[in-house]
C-alpha cells in the first residue's frame, strides 16, 4: 500500500516498510526495513538539511512518483525502484528477477526469484544481513569509495570491502559517470561489488536500507550536493598548506628543538614538526614522559617563536597499567569483546570506546590537561580504525552497537572528540591528521593520510588516485607520507629515487608532509626505547634521520627546489582550501572534474588538478625519465621551462630526476612569478 505522509511516499507490503523522501536539493533518501518502524538517525551520516521546495509525489493505482528537482523516482508495483534525471533518462534502477509482466499480470518474468532488496534475519535478532541490487550499465564508471590499496581511479569490476583498516578508508560515496552520486549511509561492515552484470551492496548486520542519491550536471555539482548533507571542512588554518616535518620518532624534547633550529638555520620554510607515538609515559594515561619532555611548554614557546606549529600523536589505546584504565573500565569507556579477555585486541592493550559519548568527554579532559593546556594545539589521531587485532569484527563491541552494525562510525567519533573539544575552547581552524575516517569525518577537521605504506614505487603509483578518490569521497584535506612509510634505507641509491619522485608528488598534494620508518633502525643506550608487539626483542627508539639533508646533497637540493615552489603556491592553495570550506569542492581531483565533457580526461589516471590552474603528472616509475601527458582544453605552461602548450592534446614531456612536470594557467602562473 502507498501513502503520503509529511511530505514523503510510503509504501507498507508485507514484511518491509519503505520511504523515500526529499534530502537536499535534486536529492532524495531511501530506507527500507523489516522491523515495525525505523530507527533514528545516530547512526546516519547526514545532517539536517533545509527544504528548498516541496517535492511532488503523486499515485497512481500501485505505481508510485517522487519528483525533487532534477531527480525523480518511480516505485512500480513490485517494490522496484528506478531513477531518473531531468531529462527523463533512467540513471539507475534496482535489479529484479522476480517482477511481474505488465502485460501478462500473475506471470513471472523470471524464475531466478531474485529481488532487489534481500533482509536475511539473523535469528533470535533484530538485525539482518542486508543485500540490495542494481542493474549495471556497461561503460558506467565509479568514482569516490575513499581509499584502497589498488591503482585505480575508476572502480568499475572492483569489490571494494567496507571496513576501516590500516591504509585502508572505507567512505562509501561514489560518483557515477552517468550523472549521479550514490551514498550508502550505512556505517555497517559490508562490501560492495561494481560489478559488470549488476552492482551490489552488502551490510553484514543492521536493522534498516539506508541510502541517498543525487542528480547532477556535473561532476562538481554531484559533489557540491553531497557535502551540503554530509559537511564541509572547516577552515584550513593557514600553517596547514605549509611544510610538515615528522619521522617515527622524535624520542626527546631537546631532538626536536634540534630539528627545528636546523630547519631554519638552513633558511627552509617548516610550518608544522611533528611529535609522534611513544612520547608519553603509557599508553592511556595522555601525557608526556618528564624524563624526556621536561618543559613541553617551553619548547612550545620556543617552536611558535620560530613559526612552528607543534603536532602531538594521540592514540585511543590503553594499557592495563595506565592511570586511567582502572576508571575507565568502571566507566565503560572501553571497547567490549564478546569472547575472551579485552586486552589482545592491540597487542596487549584495549581501546576507548569513540562512540560513547561519556568517554569521549572523559579523554578530551586528559588531552586538554596534559597537552592543550601546555600549548598543543594540533593533534595526530593514530590508529583511529581502531587496528584491531587481525580485525576480527564479530568479536567486539561499542556503545553505539556490534562492531558488525557500527564499526566504521569509529574514526569519526574520534575526530569529533578533538573537534568538540577544541571548538569549546572558542577554535574554529580546527585540523587535526587522522589514519581513518567515514562519511562526515570531514565536518570535523579530519586531514586524512593513506596510513603505513611500503616505501616503493608501487605504493606511490597507488597515492595519486587515492588522492583523487579520497577527494571525490567529500575530503578535500588529504595527505601521504613522503617516501611511504615501512622501510627505505636512507642510503640506498633506489630508494633516494623513490623519495625524490615522492617528494616531487608531495609538494602539489593538498597538504605538504614527509614522513616514515626509515632505515636502518636506531637503538642507543640511554635513550628512550619502546617494546611493541608481543615479538621478543623488539625493542628500538628510532628510524634513521628523516629530514631534507639526510640523504645526501642532490637529494637535498631537489627537496629544497620543490619546498620553495611550495611557498609560491601557497597563497593559490589557500584560496582552494576556501572553496572546500565553501562549497565542499576537493583541491586534488582528476582532470574530468573540470572538464567533463571531455571524454579523454574520464580516463585520466595518472594526472590530477591541483585547483583549477594546476595540473600535476606526477612520475611514478623508477628510471623514468619522460612521461606522455594530457593537456585538457586551453593555454598550459609548465611551471619549469616556461615552454607553452595548447590543450586538447598529449604531449611527450621531459621528466629528469629533478623535475615533476607540472603545467599551470597564466593567472596561478603569474601568482607563483609575482611571490619571487
Not at 523522501?21 to 530507527?39: D, H, K, M, P, V
Not at 533545509?50 to 512518483?65: D, F, H, L, N, V
Not at 579532559?365 to 600549548?375: D, F, Q, S, V, W
Not at 573540470?594 to 580516463?603: F, K, L, Q, R, S
Request: aromatic fraction near 14%.
Amino acid at each position: 500500500m502507498l501513502t503520503v505522509k509529511d511530505g514523503k511516499l510510503w509504501r507498507r507490503y508485507d514484511k518491509e516498510l519503505l520511504c523515500i523522501e526529499a534530502y537536499g536539493e535534486n536529492s532524495l533518501r531511501i530506507r527500507a526495513t523489516q522491523l515495525s518502524e525505523f530507527q533514528d538517525d545516530r547512526l546516519s551520516a547526514l545532517t539536517e538539511c533545509e527544504k528548498r521546495e516541496e517535492p511532488q509525489i503523486r499515485i497512481k493505482g500501485s505505481t508510485g512518483w517522487v519528483r525533487n528537482g532534477k531527480i525523480s523516482c518511480e516505485v512500480q508495483c513490485t517494490g522496484k525502484i528506478k531513477f531518473y534525471n531531468q531529462k527523463g533518462e533512467v540513471i539507475l534502477e534496482e535489479y529484479d528477477r522476480n517482477r511481474f509482466r505488465e502485460n501478462a499480470p500473475g506471470e513471472k518474468d523470471s524464475a531466478l526469484e531474485i529481488i532487489p532488496r534481500t533482509f536475511a534475519p539473523h535469528r533470535g535478532t533484530d538485525h539482518y544481513r542486508l543485500t540490495v541490487r542494481f542493474e549495471a550499465c556497461e561503460g558506467e564508471r565509479f568514482y569516490g569509495m575513499g581509499q584502497y590499496a589498488y591503482p585505480y581511479l575508476n572502480l568499475k569490476g572492483c569489490v571494494l570491502e567496507l571496513s576501516q583498516r590500516n591504509s585502508q578508508v572505507s567512505i562509501p560515496f561514489t560518483i557515477s559517470s552517468r550523472g549521479y552520486g550514490f551514498f550508502w549511509n550505512n556505517p555497517a561492515i559490508g562490501k560492495v561489488v561494481f560489478g559488470r552484470n549488476l552492482t551490489e551492496w552488502h551490510a553484514d548486520s543492521t536493522k534498516q536500507m539506508d541510502y541517498w542519491i543525487t542528480v547532477g550536471d556535473t561532476p562538481s555539482e554531484i559533489e557540491e550536493a553531497y557535502a551540503s548533507v554530509t559537511g564541509k571542512v572547516p577552515v584550513m588554518p593557514e600553517y596547514g598548506t605549509g611544510f610538515w616535518q615528522s619521522k617515527l620518532r622524535y624520542r626527546t624534547q631537546e631532538e626536536v628543538l634540534e630539528v627545528a633550529k636546523e630547519y631554519r638555520r638552513r633558511g627552509l620554510p617548516l610550518s608544522v614538526l611533528v611529535i609522534d607515538f611513544f612520547h608519553w609515559t603509557a599508553q592511556g594515561d595522555w601525557k608526556f614522559d618528564p624524563k624526556f619532555w621536561p618543559d613541553p611548554e617551553a619548547m612550545v614557546r620556543e617552536l611558535r617563536e620560530m613559526g612552528i606549529e607543534p603536532m602531538i600523536s594521540v592514540w585511543p589505546t590503553v594499557e592495563e597499567g595506565s592511570e586511567n584504565f582502572k576508571h575507565m573500565e568502571e566507566m565503560g569507556y572501553l571497547i567490549r569483546t564478546e569472547q575472551g579477555p579485552r586486552f589482545g585486541i592491540k597487542n596487549k592493550d584495549t581501546y576507548m570506546d569513540a562512540t560513547n559519548p561519556d568517554a569521549r568527554k572523559f579523554v578530551w579532559e586528559k588531552l586538554k590537561k596534559n597537552y592543550y593546556n601546555k600549548g598543543i594545539r594540533l593533534f595526530w589521531l593514530d590508529e583511529c580504525e581502531p587496528e584491531v587485532t587481525k580485525y576480527e569484527y564479530e568479536n567486539y563491541r561499542f556503545h553505539a552497537g556490534t562492531h558488525k552494525e557500527a564499526g566504521n562510525l569509529y574514526p569519526k567519533e574520534f575526530a569529533r572528540m578533538a573537534y568538540e573539544g577544541r571548538s569549546l575552547e572558542g577554535e574554529s581552524e580546527i585540523l587535526s591528521l587522522v589514519r581513518c575516517a567515514w562519511a562526515g569525518s570531514q565536518k570535523y577537521g579530519a586531514l586524512v593520510w593513506t596510513g603505513d605504506i611500503s616505501s616503493d614505487f608501487a605504493s606511490l603509483r597507488n597515492q595519486v588516485t587515492a588522492g583523487m578518490n579520497m577527494g571525490l569521497s567529500g575530503f578535500p584535506w588529504w595527505t601521504t607520507d613522503i617516501g611511504g612509510f615501512h622501510g627505505g634505507n636512507i642510503y640506498s641509491d633506489e630508494f633516494k629515487e623513490c623519495f625524490i619522485r615522492w617528494f616531487e608528488f608531495g609538494a602539489f598534494c593538498p597538504v605538504f608532509r614527509l614522513h616514515g620508518f626509515r632505515e636502518p633502525l636506531i637503538v642507543e643506550p640511554g635513550k628512550p626505547a619502546f617494546k611493541a608487539g608481543n615479538a621478543v626483542g623488539w625493542i628500538y627508539t628510532s628510524g634513521s634521520p628523516n629530514e631534507v639533508w639526510s640523504y645526501g646533497e642532490e637529494t637535498y637540493e631537489i627537496c629544497r627546489k620543490y619546498m620553495f615552489i611550495r611557498e609560491k603556491i601557497r597563497p593559490y592553495l589557500q584560496k582552494q582550501m576556501e572553496k572546500a570550506h565553501e562549497r565542499g569542492t576537493p583541491v586534488m581531483r582528476p582532470l574530468f572534474y573540470d572538464y567533463p565533457n571531455d571524454e579523454t580526461a574520464w580516463g585520466i589516471e595518472d594526472e590530477y588538478l591541483l585547483g583549477p590552474d594546476l595540473l600535476v603528472a606526477p612520475v611514478v616509475y623508477e628510471g623514468a625519465r619522460e612521461r606522455k601527458v594530457y593537456l585538457p582544453e586551453g593555454l598550459w605552461t609548465e611551471i619549469d621551462s616556461g615552454e607553452k602548450f595548447e590543450g586538447k592534446t598529449w604531449i611527450i614531456c621531459q621528466a629528469g630526476l629533478d623535475l615533476i612536470p607540472v603545467y599551470a594557467r597564466n593567472k596561478v602562473l603569474s601568482q607563483i612569478q609575482d611571490n619571487g
